[in-house]
C-alpha cells in the first residue's frame, strides 16, 4: 500500500484517539489485530476486544503525536499520552498486513528530571 495513504491512516487513527471516537480509532486494526503492553505483560487479542479496553478505560486521556515514521508495513508513532494531566512517552510500532494493523506493541515511559552529570551537556525540550 502506498505510504501516503498509511500515513493519513495513522493521523486519522491518533486523532479519532485523541477525540474519544472509540468507532474510527479502532478502524485501523484488523478483526485479529493482537495488542502488546510488554512493561504490563498484557496482551489483547481482536479488535473488539482492543477497542473495549480503551472504552473501558476511565481515565481523561489526550494524544499529542510528535513523530510518525515508517514505510510498508512497519510504522512507529512517538506521543504524549496524557492521562489526568500526567504525561506519559509512548512509542507505538504498528505492523500492517493488508493495509491495516496485525500488530501493535506500545511501550511507556514516564518523565524524569536529567541526571545531574549531564545537566551542563543538555537543552530542555
Not at 471516537?21 to 478502524?27: C, G, K, P, R
Amino acid at each position: 500500500m502506498d505510504d501516503r495513504i498509511m500515513r493519513a491512516a495513522l493521523e486519522r487513527h491518533w486523532a479519532a484517539s485523541d477525540a474519544n471516537d472509540f468507532e474510527a480509532e479502532h478502524d485501523i486494526y484488523r478483526d485479529d489485530a493482537v495488542l502488546d503492553y510488554p512493561q504490563s505483560g498484557e496482551r489483547i487479542r481482536g479488535r473488539r476486544n482492543i477497542q473495549e479496553s480503551r472504552t473501558v478505560q476511565p481515565n481523561q486521556k489526550h494524544f499529542t503525536v510528535r513523530r510518525i515514521t515508517g514505510s510498508g508495513e512497519l510504522w512507529v508513532s512517538e506521543f504524549v499520552l496524557t492521562y489526568d494531566g500526567i504525561p506519559s512517552y509512548v512509542v507505538s510500532i504498528m505492523e500492517f498486513r493488508d493495509g491495516m494493523v496485525a500488530r501493535e506493541t506500545q511501550y511507556f515511559g514516564g518523565p524524569f528530571e536529567p541526571g545531574p552529570t549531564r545537566a551542563h551537556l543538555v537543552e530542555r525540550i
